[in-house]
């Protein structure tokens, strides 16, 4: 278990320097248009590759934690075992979606392999831009898995 977290942390990794990188190109992009007058031209494709792989790297990291956003103002106020029960049901009903998702990313994943579509600048390859969403997706599930099973194992989240 603890050699699978400590692969799992790659997650955190990635996520913290794509989402450093977008920050830095996005700030270093308005110094250049406006202070400078040369905006950097492959800006935007740089960060439409960040904002894609730290959506679904942070995602996967945000499930091991239990840090995604909840109302659970209600199910807070019901008994333990039903409290259990609707966090058990609320597990399966993420699994489902992220099942789903992960079903239909790979056929896009495989679409854009094949036709060869890449950015226009860099010439990135769209399939591994989005690659982070299948990805992503695994880890996901592995994570909330996890998670799921840390918190009903010792009663706390």
Known sequence: MKA??????????IAGIALSVLIIVTFGGVIMRYFLGNPIIWGEEVQLFCFVWTVFFGAGAAFRTGSHVAIDVIVDMFPE???????????????????????????????LAATGRT???????????????????????????????????????
């Open 4 to 13: 699978l977290e400590k692969i799992l942390n790659l997650d955190y990794i």
């Open 81 to 111: 075992k039903l409290r259990k029960v609707v966090e058990i049901a609320g597990y399966f009903v993420v699994l489902g979606v992220l099942i789903f998702l992960l079903s239909h990313s790979l056929p896009l994943i495989k679409q």
């Open 119 to 157: 950015t226009n600048i860099l010439k990135v390859p769209y399939s591994f831009i989005y690659s982070s969403l299948p990805i992503g997706c695994v880890l996901m599930i592995i994570n909330y898995t996890l998670f799921m099973y840390k918190m009903l194992k010792g009663g706390d989240k």
